[in-house]
């Protein structure tokens, strides 16, 4: 798979890594929230997942229902648009919670480990 498709997963699983590595040194949102400089860079990678989500192909999002690609995009929609109005908590569990699954989930279409 090594078309347009792949490339953009590719870009998306790195900014995954971003977001991680952002963020492993916190243990609450309250602390990662008071550091503007991880949570600035954090929203931003949220964003650009987002809009790399966008330029992939339909195709490849409709063979993949695995992935939950109009909620990922909400949260791109969220953040770019409301962003003094961000429930940190929530955003937290996401990092928590959602961002490790998201990562594997693409990392099995693209075959990668």
């Known amino acids: 798979m090594l078309n347009k ?3 953009i997963l590719l870009s998306m699983i790195e900014t995954i890594d971003k977001i ?3 963020t492993q040194n916190y243990s609450s949102a309250e602390k990662f929230y ?3 400089r991880d949570f600035d860079a954090t929203m931003m990678n949220f964003i650009v997942i987002g809009e ?3 330029k992939l ?3 490849l999002k409709n063979k993949n229902t695995q992935v939950n690609w109009s909620k990922i995009n909400g949260l791109r929609n969220i953040i770019a648009h409301h962003y003094f109005g961000i429930n940190v908590d929530l955003i937290w569990q996401i990092i ?3 961002i490790p699954n998201f ?3 693409l990392a099995q279409i693209i075959s990668i480990p």
Do not use: P
């Open 5 to 7: 498709d792949y490339y």
């Open 103 to 105: 990562r594997i989930e």
């Open 57 to 59: 192909s339909e195709e």
């Open 20 to 22: 991680i590595r952002f």
């Open 52 to 54: 790399e989500l966008g």
């Open 96 to 98: 928590q919670n959602d």
């Open 34 to 36: 008071q550091n503007d």
